[in-house]
Structure formats: structure tokens, C-alpha cells
């Protein structure tokens, strides 16, 4: 079952703050974040495990609530560079992944 | 590191024809690839798992005769579409397993093959 991602799509200037949020109706093993921009292959952006784990890479954020089966990506002071397409991805077995339908997000200057 | 490579880029043929894609993993190997499907503004979705040396495994609704995969190397994937037909136009992506001692395996992506199919 794929997971849920909210919002569909953000609009945001340069500087400004978004949150994507990602849940499931299945238990969750780990969550996986990727961004993929226009007409190019999703790329990794990291991986959460445990419960109230939290995650950053520069000034993009995550957290993951095992118990409320749900993720959150933090972007913080969007940069335009940060425009594309996130994606969620669960793990269900056997490494496979499940992806949510997708939040695109629009950086202005 | 962990650089996932796929050839063609970009294939047009006319319907009927096979077309092979490959999907190398061009500095780790790779035991287990994953093939899969993305329509235009839609998600990524899987389509099977590709295990070096034995057969791949394929999920529900996939054709496992039209999708023909081969995983004959630990770093090369290939997945042939038989017979393709208009309704197999789209973008198919591969990844590959990077399993890391002390740390969490993960997918790499390549930059994807698209599939137009007249």
C-alpha cells in the first residue's frame, strides 16, 4: 500500500519554510526521502529507522514517528535549488519500497 | 559513490519490437536491482525485483513474459520489454541495493530510460 504524502504541492520564495508530511496505514520499518527533479532519476536524500528518529542534511530536515506511522521533511530556508518532486518511500520486505504519490515543491526567487 | 548508470537514455521504436535497458551499478555491486514504472506526474512504482544469479520476482499485475529480466552480473540488470505496445510508453528507472556492514542498505537510482513506443 503506498503511503500518503501531503501536501500535493507548495509554493514557496526563497527563505521560506515547508513541511511535507508522509504516513502509512501499515507498520512502518524505515522511511526513505528522495527528490527528483524533471525528466531525472530520484536522488537519495536520507533514511529514517526508529522511532523519533530525526535526520538533516544541510537544512533539509526529517523525523519519523513509529508509532504514529508517519514521517515529516523539513525544509528550512528553501533555497531555489531545492525546487523538484519528493518522494517517501516505505519499506515493506525485502528492501522493496512503496512510494507515495509524490510533493511537488516550487522554490521562487 | 554509488553511481547507478542505465543505457539507452531514451529509446523510440515502432510497436512490436523488443527493447533492452541496462541498469550497471558502476562502483559497488549490486545483488539485488529494482525495476520500475513512472507515469507522467505520477509516482514511482514498482514493478520487480531483479536477484543476481536467480530468477527475478515480479509484483502483482506485472507481466513477468513481456518484462523479461536478466540479472547476470553484480553490477549489470537488464530488463527487456517484448513486444512493446504503445501502453508500455513511459519512464522506467532501475536501482540498486547498496548494502552497507554498519549502516543501512539503501537505493540508488539511475537516471531513468524512456520508453516511447509507436
Known amino acids: 500500500q503506498q503511503p500518503v504524502q501531503s501536501p500535493q504541492a507548495v509554493i514557496l520564495r526563497e527563505g521560506e519554510d515547508a513541511v511535507i508530511n508522509c504516513s502509512s496505514s501499515?507498520?512502518?520499518?524505515?522511511v526513505h526521502w528522495y527528490r527528483q527533479k524533471h525528466g531525472e532519476a530520484p536522488v537519495f536524500l536520507m533514511i529514517?529507522?526508529?522511532?523519533?528518529e530525526q535526520k538533516g542534511h544541510d537544512k533539509i530536515s526529517a523525523s519519523f514517528n513509529e508509532k504514529k506511522q508517519q514521517s515529516s521533511l523539513y525544509l528550512t530556508a528553501s533555497q531555489l535549488s531545492y525546487s523538484g518532486t519528493y518522494f517517501c518511500?516505505?519499506?515493506?520486505?525485502?528492501?522493496?519500497?512503496?512510494f507515495g504519490a509524490g510533493t511537488t515543491v516550487t522554490v521562487r526567487a | 559513490g554509488a553511481v547507478v548508470s542505465q543505457h539507452p537514455s531514451r529509446v523510440i521504436c515502432k510497436s512490436g519490437t523488443s527493447v533492452k535497458i541496462e541498469c550497471r551499478s558502476l562502483?559497488?555491486?549490486?545483488?539485488?536491482m529494482f525495476w520500475y514504472r513512472q507515469f507522467p506526474k505520477q509516482s514511482l512504482m514498482l514493478m520487480a525485483t531483479?536477484?543476481?544469479?536467480?530468477?527475478?520476482?515480479?509484483e502483482q499485475g506485472v507481466e513477468k513474459d513481456k518484462f523479461l529480466i536478466n540479472h547476470a552480473s553484480l553490477t549489470l540488470s537488464t530488463l527487456t520489454v517484448a513486444s512493446a505496445h504503445p501502453e508500455d510508453s513511459s519512464f522506467y528507472i532501475c536501482?540498486?541495493?547498496?548494502?552497507?556492514?554498519?549502516?543501512?542498505?539503501?537505493?540508488?537510482f539511475g537516471p531513468g530510460t524512456r520508453l516511447t513506443v509507436l
Open positions: 501499515k507498520a512502518l520499518y524505515s
Open positions: 536501482s540498486a541495493l547498496l548494502r552497507t556492514s554498519g549502516s543501512t542498505d539503501t537505493q540508488y
Open positions: 562502483d559497488f555491486q549490486a545483488t539485488t
Open positions: 531483479s536477484n543476481e544469479g536467480s530468477k527475478a520476482t515480479y
Open positions: 529514517l529507522l526508529k522511532g523519533g
Open positions: 518511500g516505505t519499506e515493506w520486505v525485502d528492501y522493496k519500497l512503496s
